[in-house]
């Protein structure tokens, strides 16, 4: 599961950093500084939310992401009692989707749309 932890990891990135959104002026605007300071408060909060929201014995925090466009913050948390890889935005403190890897295939929720695929052999 470890290799296709980092393609989900990845993929939800992906997602949440491909948007057409044009970032505002104060966004855009931020210098190198206020950009690490918001980077650093992203995983300071990601980690406070993952703590107060998940068993950490059955459960990791995998990776935090300031996304500076959309002036938001993102933590991945795999589950391991259910298999399942959680993508949260810490800003608004809500589970954006959720992708289950298992020997059924891979197939989950984001932002309400189902998708599945099954296991290639």
């Known amino acids: 599961m470890a290799?296709?932890?980092?393609?989900?990891?990845?993929?939800?990135?992906?997602?949440?950093?491909?948007?057409?959104?044009?970032?505002?002026?104060?966004?855009?605007?931020?210098?190198?500084?206020?950009?690490?300071?918001l980077q650093e408060r992203c995983g300071k909060e990601g980690e406070e939310f993952y703590?107060?929201?998940?068993?950490?014995?059955?459960?990791?925090?995998?990776?935090n992401h300031y996304n500076?466009?959309?002036?938001?913050?993102?933590?991945?948390?795999?589950?391991?009692?259910?298999?399942?890889e959680y993508l949260y935005d810490v800003t608004e403190h809500k589970q954006l989707g959720f992708i289950i890897n298992d020997d059924k295939g891979i197939y989950g929720s984001f932002s309400q749309q189902s998708c599945h695929s099954d296991l290639v052999k």
């Not at 931020?30 to 950009?35: D, Q, R, T």
């Not at 703590?51 to 990776?63: A, G, P, V, Y």
């Not at 500076?68 to 399942?84: A, G, M």
Request: charged share 25%; net charge positive.
């Open 51 to 63: 703590k107060k929201t998940f068993n950490e014995s059955n459960s990791r925090l995998d990776q």
């Open 3 to 37: 290799t296709s932890n980092g393609i989900v990891t990845t993929s939800f990135l992906s997602i949440v950093g491909c948007n057409n959104q044009n970032p505002t002026k104060e966004q855009s605007s931020v210098s190198p500084k206020e950009l690490y300071e």
């Open 68 to 84: 500076k466009k959309l002036n938001r913050c993102f933590i991945t948390v795999t589950d391991f009692e259910y298999h399942r």
